[in-house]
């Protein structure tokens, strides 16, 4: 069996489990978490983790964030002198970064169609280093979920401490780990 059908099984069967409806926003987050090499070919086969949201009786929606940094770029006015500059690219032009990229999340999850049986699948998340922290856009955004937030997360998991890309020191965070046969 794949590293991936192993990871889509794991999240069938998360997804399969009964949803508490009175648990805490943190508790409502899947980080979905893999080798940051199989990136490609897990994008490659989103659509079995859709196959197997649908088979558990729930509804996906997905978003992805790899161009929201080009996105806020090409929207900034000194975008300009960002490029001809790039160590001015720092401190509060990236809070508004976080700020861009936490509104596009809480938007996707606050769409007519997002119900308590959603689960909302978010790719994307290592295209966010190191102008931002998936912790911090999760935690912050994290308010809106009504359903599931399913999180693809190129890293490690080890206990309640999460890795993106072993970029960082670790994050602990109260999210559900979901593995393949392998911890990451």
Same mark, same amino acid.
């Given at each position: 069996?794949?590293?991936?059908?192993?990871? /889509?099984?794991?999240?069938?069967?998360?997804?399969?489990?009964?949803?508490?409806?009175?648990?805490?926003?943190?508790?409502?987050?899947?980080?979905?978490?893999?080798?940051?090499?199989?990136?490609?070919?897990?994008?490659?086969?989103?659509?079995?983790?859709?196959?197997?949201?649908?088979?558990? =009786?729930?509804?996906?929606?997905?978003?992805?964030?790899?161009?929201?940094?080009?996105?806020?770029?090409?929207?900034?006015?000194?975008?300009? #002198?960002?490029?001809?500059?790039?160590?001015?690219? #720092?401190? /509060? /032009?990236?809070?508004?970064?976080?700020?861009?990229?936490?509104?596009?999340?809480? /938007?996707?999850?606050?769409?007519?169609?997002?119900?308590?049986?959603?689960?909302?699948?978010?790719?994307?998340?290592?295209?966010?280093?190191?102008?931002?922290?998936?912790?911090?856009?999760?935690?912050?955004?994290?308010?809106?979920?009504?359903?599931?937030?399913?999180?693809?997360?190129?890293?490690?998991?080890?206990?309640?401490?999460?890795?993106?890309?072993?970029?960082?020191? =670790?994050?602990?965070?109260?999210?559900?780990?979901?593995? =393949?046969?392998?911890?990451?």
């Amino acid at each position: 069996m794949s590293v991936i059908d192993e990871l /889509a099984d794991s999240f069938e069967r998360q997804a399969r489990l009964p949803w508490k409806r009175n648990i805490s926003p943190a508790e409502r987050v899947w980080l979905v978490v893999y080798d940051p090499a199989i990136e490609r070919r897990l994008r490659a086969q989103i659509g079995e983790f859709q196959h197997r949201a649908s088979k558990s =009786g729930h509804t996906w929606t997905q978003i992805d964030l790899t161009d929201s940094f080009g996105e806020w770029m090409s929207q900034h006015e000194y975008a300009e #002198s960002f490029f001809e500059e790039p160590e001015l690219l #720092s401190g /509060a /032009a990236l809070e508004a970064f976080d700020d861009f990229v936490v509104s596009k999340l809480v /938007a996707a999850l606050n769409r007519d169609e997002i119900d308590e049986d959603t689960i909302v699948a978010v790719l994307g998340t290592g295209a966010l280093f190191p102008f931002t922290r998936a912790s911090r856009v999760i935690e912050t955004a994290e308010s809106s979920i009504r359903g599931r937030l399913a999180v693809f997360f190129p890293g490690h998991h080890s206990g309640s401490n999460y890795r993106l890309l072993d970029a960082r020191d =670790g994050w602990n965070y109260r999210a559900i780990p979901i593995i =393949g046969g392998q911890e990451s």
